[in-house]
Each structure stands twice: as C-alpha cells, then as structure tokens.
C-alpha cells in the first residue's frame, strides 16, 4: 500500500490512513512526492532526507521519494488531504504515473479532503464516477458527481475510494481495510481502537 505525503499534508488524515492499514496487517509505503533538495534538512542526515512538515506542523518522515516508488506494484494509492499538500501531489509526475497504472489495472485509488477534486479530478480519474471531498465549494463543484453529505462519509465507486475530511478519515480507513482485507478484519481493527464499524445508524 502506497501512501504519498507532501509539505502542508493534512496529519490526522495521513497518520490515520498508515495506522489503521498498518493495524489490518498492510505493509505500507509512506513515500514523499518533495524534491530532496526542497528541504533544508535534506542534506543534513539520511533520517531527514524524505521529512514532510504538515499542515499544521508536524513533521513526517517518509520511507522513501516517490521516484523510488515507480516500478513497483501496488494494491491501494490512498493520498490524504491539506493544503497545500493536494496541490503538491497533484503535480507530481511520479505520482500521476502511478495513478494512471493503478487505474489501467483497476487497483484500488483513494482520496480524502482536497485530493479527490485537488488529485483525482484534475486528472481525470473520476470522470463518470461518483465521489465526495471536503465540503467547499471550491472542491465540490468540481466533481461531475459530487455526492455531499447525505451520500455517507466515504463513497465508493469501482476501484476507487473517496472521503470528506479530518473527522470523517478513521471510517475512510476502515473502509479500505474492508475492501482489501473483508468485513471480519475492518471489525477486529476497528474493536482494537474502541470504534464500531459500520457505523450504526
């Protein structure tokens, strides 16, 4: 499982998607889409050389750059949200053409908050299909299909996988858990974090 993180990724979102996929048993990727030389702590020591700052400052350290994530295969991209951190992914080339892999093979893409409109829109992989994002009308009125609150927290079309927000982002991931791992593991992950899903009601 891939999990790309930029400067200005949305934390909540981006720890809890690696948590929870890590807690089903996932390996997972966490892989910087900033150019090396972007940070100043890049050249300081190889620990720092993949640290992303976060929309609200904390600080990430990739696996590795998304350069490197290239010619591997991959069951799940899930890109988390923030600003400017969507902008950053969407304008990632390696990014895009993982995307775009993962789409021609119909391997499981994720996107919460802005990446849905920021990411997934921009480049055409939710033409046709039915998607939510974070709530504001610079995003929504982006999507062909924009299922708003009423549609659920997470919306599920195909392969691909979109959610709202920070608060909505822990049923997002167990949503994912639940597409790759079934419903038994979704639940054993969720009762180990005092959660119940499917959310009742």
Same mark, same amino acid.
């Given at each position: 499982?891939?999990?790309?993180?930029?400067?200005?990724?949305?934390?909540?979102?981006?720890?809890?998607?690696?948590?929870?996929?890590?807690?089903?048993?996932? !390996?997972?990727?966490? =892989? %910087?889409?900033?150019?090396?030389? +972007?940070?100043?702590? /890049?050249?300081?020591?190889?620990?720092?050389? &993949?640290?992303?700052?976060?929309?609200?400052?904390?600080?990430?350290?990739?696996?590795?750059?998304?350069?490197?994530?290239?010619?591997?295969?991959?069951?799940?991209?899930?890109?988390?949200?923030?600003?400017?951190?969507?902008?950053?992914?969407?304008?990632?080339?390696?990014?895009?053409?993982?995307? !775009?892999?993962?789409? =021609? %093979?119909?391997?499981?893409?994720? +996107?919460?908050?802005? /990446?849905?409109?920021?990411?997934?829109?921009? &480049?055409?992989?939710?033409?046709?299909?039915?998607?939510?994002?974070?709530?504001?009308?610079?995003?929504?009125?982006?999507?062909?299909?924009?299922?708003?609150?009423?549609?659920?927290?997470?919306?599920?079309?195909?392969?691909?996988?979109?959610?709202?927000?920070?608060?909505?982002?822990?049923?997002?991931?167990?949503?994912?858990?639940?597409?790759?791992?079934?419903?038994?593991?979704?639940?054993?992950?969720?009762?180990?974090?005092?959660?119940?899903?499917?959310?009742?009601?």
């Amino acid at each position: 499982m891939l999990v790309p993180v930029a400067d200005g990724s949305e934390e909540i979102e981006s720890v809890t998607i690696i948590d929870v996929l890590v807690r089903a048993g996932a !390996t997972v990727t966490v =892989a %910087s889409v900033m150019p090396s030389s +972007a940070s100043p702590s /890049s050249s300081s020591s190889p620990v720092n050389k &993949h640290q992303v700052t976060c929309s609200r400052g904390v600080k990430l350290v990739a696996d590795k750059g998304i350069d490197d994530c290239l010619e591997q295969e991959w069951d799940l991209i899930a890109c988390p949200g923030g600003l400017p951190g969507a902008e950053y992914l969407r304008d990632s080339s390696s990014l895009l053409t993982l995307l !775009t892999k993962q789409e =021609a %093979s119909k391997k499981y893409i994720a +996107a919460i908050c802005a /990446s849905p409109a920021m990411v997934l829109q921009t &480049h055409g992989f939710l033409k046709g299909r039915s998607a939510t994002c974070f709530p504001a009308e610079r995003f929504t009125t982006t999507l062909e299909k924009y299922q708003g609150k009423d549609g659920g927290a997470v919306v599920v079309d195909g392969h691909v996988v979109t959610s709202r927000g920070p608060g909505t982002t822990m049923v997002f991931a167990l949503k994912l858990v639940e597409l790759l791992f079934g419903m038994d593991k979704a639940k054993e992950v969720a009762g180990g974090l005092l959660v119940t899903y499917p959310e009742e009601g």
